[in-house]
């Protein structure tokens, strides 16, 4: 059974930065793109950042470029987000994503078979 599991969330004032972390378990995803998404409170889930199977081609919503750096251990089947500068916008809970199709950089994880962690809470006060 896959599981995503992410960890790394947590309460941080508005400049600080967090790494977040998602285990993959039950299959292996070296083949696989992966990616971050993110939903406020009230607000549909966005996408965030994603990286491509062989772990080049990142790509990144235009509210976090520049702060937020996406990366991938295959040989740890993980995930990770760094988060820099952080802004009181960026409190949402974070899901990671990973394409059930190995060798595609498609990134629509919505109409694709893909799987999804539970998410981590990230707080940013001001």
């Known amino acids: 059974q896959v599981q995503l599991v992410e960890s790394g969330g947590g309460l941080v004032q508005a400049g600080g930065s967090l790494r977040l972390s998602c285990a993959a378990s039950?299959?292996?995803?070296?083949?696989?793109?992966m990616a971050w998404f993110r939903q406020a409170p009230g607000k549909e889930r966005d996408f965030v950042a994603a990286?491509?199977?062989?772990?080049?081609?990142?790509v990144y919503a235009d509210s976090v470029k520049g702060r937020f750096t996406i990366s991938r251990d295959a040989a740890k089947n993980a995930l990770y987000l760094q988060m820099n500068s952080l802004k009181p916008e960026d409190t949402a809970v974070y899901y990671c994503?990973?394409?059930?199709?190995?060798?595609?950089?498609?990134?629509?994880?919505?109409?694709?078979?893909?799987?999804w962690g539970r998410g981590t809470q990230v707080t940013v006060s001001s």
């Open positions: 994503a990973v394409r059930a199709a190995a060798y595609t950089n498609n990134n629509d994880y919505t109409t694709f078979n893909s799987y």
């Open positions: 990286i491509g199977w062989s772990g080049g081609n990142t």
């Open positions: 039950g299959r292996t995803f070296s083949k696989n793109a």
